[in-house]
């Protein structure tokens, strides 16, 4: 088996770069950053330009059901389990060019960097594709992932609706990646994720290199309001059952909640439907999502508990009735040790200042944590703006994280 010499072994920055850009071009936004909806048009162009540059690397590519692309890098021994490192491609509505992206095109520079530098891992590696992780146009985020992870099956997965009621299934049969492989059930030795912080604490920090110990637990919600339509003139007070209320009600409560677990503690409405949504009657139905974060599970669970307290309040209030339609949970699991502890001495033996940091949003490595061992690492991004198209990385707080991430996988790629 060759391996490089110790500590020498360093990514190509430019041509990595220039390939972040090349990406960059793919469904751009209106402000300078992306808008690459998950299997959009720009989303299969990306797919097959990704899938190109794999090929070229001589990286066969296969796909699943749900439209997970995996790309592959032989090891010496072919029957075991592989080392995988993956994240996203699809962006979020006015998105940035580095949230995911960075991390499956750290994948591809790394396979590209072994080759030329002729270096053979016992365990193959593999990139992989992450279909759907943010969720703008599918509900819920990570739904890909969460199917090969077991915690949602196939059925639910291909399911999905975007705002036209169009399907998942619909969507990758059009443009052409709904592959034939089963979605999970498969063994996988390690998996390892690269994403930007989308927080500040690296950046105000200058530390370029964050060891991702674990997550905020995540609780989020979809909640209907059913009222009744009536006219908005001459119906009394006391009759109107307006849904809209009761949805402002809980988007002003939910965000109270969060106020009271600040700062640790974070809850917020992002999302409201309306319907009918007419000037002169009173909404009979409204759709209100909540999402709630912190870093202990147990605190969660508490919010959580207010949350539907809140509810039976509004309930009184607003003369409606509520419903949960959709509810899903994900962070509580942690990283494994000895992953976490492979990009941590990958950073020091390299000399990379790092520090040890939770992961405030959701990835797809929090489903991959409860099927194999899994690590993530985080890079800086510029003032920790992201799902903006205003998000920005700097090419020299990139590239160390690159190279930490190579060398964590090799040492696990390569272990006896």
Known sequence: MSSPGENTLRIDGPRLWSTIMRSAEVGPGVAGGLR?????????????????????????????????MFARREGQEPGLPPVMIGSHLDTQIAGGR?????????????ARTLNDRGVQT??????????????????????????FAGVNNLAWGLGRT??????????????????????????????FELHIEQGPILDQAKIPVGVVTGSYAVRGFVTDVIGETSHAGPTPMAARK???????MIAVGVNDIGWKYSPDGKSTVTRIENWPNLVGIVPSRAQVTVDMRHPDLETVK???????????????????????AEDWSYGAEGFDESCVALVRDAAN???????????????????????????????????????????NCLAEDVFPSVDVLMHAVLNRANRL
């Open 98 to 110: 580095f949230d995911g992206i960075v991390g499956v095109l750290a994948g591809l520079e790394i």
């Open 302 to 324: 508490q919010m959580g508990a207010e949350f539907m307290a809140l509810l039976e309040d509004v309930r009184k209030r607003a003369n409606v009735e509520t419903a949960i």
């Open 242 to 248: 307006n849904a809209l209320v009761g949805a402002a």
């Open 162 to 191: 975007d705002a036209e009621g169009v399907t998942f299934g619909a969507e990758l049969n059009r443009i052409g990646y709904a592959g034939p492989l089963p979605v999970g059930g498969r063994d996988i030795d390690a998996y």
């Open 349 to 391: 033996a390299l000399g990379h200042e790092n520090m040890d940091i939770l992961s405030q949003a959701g990835h797809d490595a929090f489903n991959m944590a409860r099927v194999t061992p899994t690590a993530m690492i985080f890079c800086p991004c510029t003032d920790g703006i992201t799902h903006n198209e205003a998000e």
């Open 36 to 68: 690459r909806l998950a299997l959009s048009d720009s989303d299969k162009e990306i797919r097959d330009i990704f899938r190109d540059w794999c090929e070229a690397a001589g990286l066969p590519v296969t796909v699943d059901r749900l439209g997970n």
């Open 122 to 147: 016992r365990r193959p590696i593999e990139i992989v594709n992450w279909s759907n992780e943010e969720g703008a146009r599918f509900a819920p985020p990570m739904s890909a992932s969460s199917v």
